[in-house]
């Protein structure tokens, strides 16, 4: 490695963020970039450990201590040709991964990980500064073609591969901008969806056709698309979402959160929407779920200048450190405290919401909520709960928001004329390994496929699927496995 006792000399910096109380009233970016220097100490960290377990602990199996070597040594050409060997887009996964890597840092063991993600953010984006993010359409094609349904992080990720290799590839989009959640469901405070068009673009620019405003199923009939293309990818996300069927569920006030959320996307990006205004200026905001998806509402909620704002979790307040049941290098179930939350939150964990309350106009006034408490197993994991009696409330509300994650795909339209199977839990099935469904020359990737998860594991797969509809296309494939030999994979 470039310093051998960096990791010895230099502590784990973050780069600087602005005020808060500047940051929220705006939707722009707020998370600065490291100096010269203090990347340069950053890198230098990066052990030579000799089992670098990060690269496990990366869905996308990235080469992160010799991108890191790179870095230290300021060879921006090499380090991102390591970077984009594996990762089509570290400009997403830069900015809202939540760095699985970190979690297997070797360095990790006994002292804060490697900045991985920052330093993936900034070898990208000197990249984009220097001239070297540059797309160039095959010089020969296929003559075969592929689409590739739904234009989330699956989807771009199987339509560049599959761009590289040749083939005519055309991605249908039902919104009416490309990205998915990335363009639509990320508040642009964690990720400005210029940021997004940028790489669209430099795809136009490689030769992929973007088709958006088209829902496949309705606009255009499966019957249509399979005899249109030798290939068809389904990477459309997991959108059905989880609901909270209780008494008061239709009163107004209370909504999914990404109905929220797109809506606020759609209003910052100036995109017209046809739905009422759906806003928390003002309001006592109760958002149910404690992942990514609810402080995502807390931080617009924050921006929409909220009366007050509330976390709900029914899990019991996840530990700080690691334990037993949760070892290195495994990706641990921390507490996390999101910048949102610095902004301003209350948070509550083991609150079971009973009853959504209305007043006269059928409008949200309160929830009733209980405590409950967690019986765990031997490993002091959660198993089941029951409720702690007297301690049922009400708590004022007039905006509820439901985060609590999402069942499947939606089944009615495509999927349905299609016929393809579906698994126990209702995602569409496909061979493990090879991403074919059950229905010839078609094959499923993201969320579509393995259910709702990380944008890093989207990438994984549209990359996974590509390399494995050009094997069924070609007979061969030149799009290597992350798990290939080769240390710089196509």
């Known amino acids: 490695m470039g310093k051998i006792t960096g990791f010895k000399e230099y502590a784990r910096e973050l780069p ?7 940051r929220v009233n705006d939707y722009k970016e707020f998370v600065g970039l490291f100096t010269e220097e203090k990347l340069n100490e950053q890198a230098a960290r990066c052990m030579n450990c000799g089992i670098p377990f990060c690269h496990n602990g990366c869905p996308l199996g990235n080469i992160i201590p010799e991108f890191n070597d790179a870095v230290y040594k300021e ?40 900045t ?61 901008k490309v990205g998915g959640l ?11 969806k210029w940021v997004v068009e940028r790489r669209v673009k430099l795809m136009e620019e490689a030769g992929i056709i973007f088709k958006t405003g088209v829902e496949v199923g309705k606009d255009i009939l499966a019957d249509e698309l399979m005899k249109s293309f030798d290939a068809v990818v389904l990477a459309g996300g997991s959108t059905i ?32 929407y046809s739905e009422e205004d759906i806003l928390s200026t003002d309001k006592d905001v109760i958002v149910i779920g404690g992942g990514d998806t609810g402080s995502d509402c807390v931080g617009t909620s924050n921006r929409h200048k909220a009366n007050s704002i509330t976390q709900f979790e029914l899990m019991p307040q996840p530990p700080k450190d690691r334990t037993e049941a949760m070892p290195w290098p495994t990706y641990p179930m921390l507490l996390k405290t999101t910048t949102s939350h610095e902004e301003g939150c209350t948070r509550m964990w083991g609150v079971n919401t009973k009853e959504f309350l209305g ?91 393995r259910g709702q998860s990380l944008v890093v594991w989207a990438i994984s797969e549209g990359r996974e699927a590509a390399r ?3 094997l069924f296309l070609m007979g061969t494939t030149a799009l290597e496995s992350k798990d290939a030999e080769s240390m710089y994979a196509f």
């Open 16 to 22: 600087g963020k602005r005020p808060v109380e500047e």
């Open 75 to 114: 060879n921006w050409e090499e380090a991102y040709r390591i970077l984009s060997s594996t990762n089509n887009f570290p400009e997403f996964t830069g900015r809202i991964c939540p760095a699985p890597c970190e979690s297997s840092c070797v360095l990790g063991i006994n002292k804060p990980a490697v």
């Open 116 to 176: 991985i993600e920052e330093i993936e953010k900034h070898i990208i984006e000197i990249a984009y500064q220097k001239g070297l993010v540059v797309e160039k359409a095959p010089l020969i094609r296929t003559g075969k073609t592929v689409a590739v349904v739904g234009g989330g992080p699956a989807g771009l990720a199987a339509a560049a591969q599959l761009n590289k290799a040749g083939h005519t590839v055309t991605v249908f989009e039902r919104d009416e």
């Open 182 to 192: 990335l363009r639509f469901g990320i508040p642009d405070f964690k990720l400005e």
């Open 241 to 272: 979402p989880r609901d909270l069927n209780i008494p008061g569920r239709e009163l107004k006030g209370v909504y999914f959160a990404m109905e929220f959320l797109k809506q606020n996307n759609k209003r910052v990006s100036g995109i017209p």
């Open 359 to 449: 007043d006269a106009n059928g409008e949200l006034r309160a929830l009733k909520v209980v405590d409950v408490e967690w019986e765990t197993d031997v490993f002091g994991r959660p198993v089941k709960f029951k409720e702690v009696e007297g301690s049922e409330r009400e708590l004022p509300a007039q905006r509820a928001y439901l985060a609590m994650g999402f069942l499947h795909p939606q089944k009615q339209g495509l999927l349905e004329q299609l016929g393809v199977e579906f698994d126990e839990r209702g995602n569409v099935k496909a061979k493990e390994g090879q991403y074919q469904t059950s229905v010839d020359k078609v094959f499923a990737a993201g969320d579509m496929r």
């Open 468 to 470: 494995r509809v050009d």
